[in-house]
């Protein structure tokens, strides 16, 4: 089992920026791709960024390209999604997810192909 909990969401003015960190526990972590997802009222969770278990890959939605990053510390156990440029619609719970697929290279965007998820963080982007 691996368990995952996201930390540094709050309130923050369009424009600024804020840092979500999803520390993991348990099994072994740094062999796994992580993702984050957000989910807005009223909608669907929907894919943000992954990363594969280097590091080295990485993806993101459209909607956030050039404004957010994904990195992870694997001595750490920790991936983080730095949010920059943030808008009223990025405000939604941010949810971390690794996937049970160890020290491959792909990231991963589908909810599907994630297996342990956090409890989500809280992001508000006021006007």
């Known amino acids: 089992q691996v368990q995952l909990v996201e930390s540094g969401g709050g309130l923050v003015q369009a424009g600024g920026s804020l840092r979500l960190s999803c520390a993991a526990s348990g099994r072994t972590f740094s062999g796994y791709p992580m993702g984050w997802f957000r989910q807005a009222p009223g909608k669907e969770r929907e894919f943000v960024a992954a990363i594969n278990w280097s590091g080295r890959s990485k993806g993101f939605a459209d909607s956030v390209k050039g404004r957010f990053t994904i990195s992870r510390d694997n001595a750490k156990n920790t991936v983080y999604l730095q949010m920059n440029s943030l808008k009223p619609e990025d405000t939604a719970v941010y949810y971390c997810?690794?996937?049970?697929?160890?020290?491959?290279?792909?990231?991963?965007?589908?909810?599907?192909?994630?297996?342990?998820w956090g409890q989500g963080t809280q992001v508000t982007v006021s006007s």
């Open positions: 997810a690794a996937a049970h697929k160890a020290y491959g290279d792909n990231w991963y965007i589908g909810e599907y192909e994630y297996d342990y």
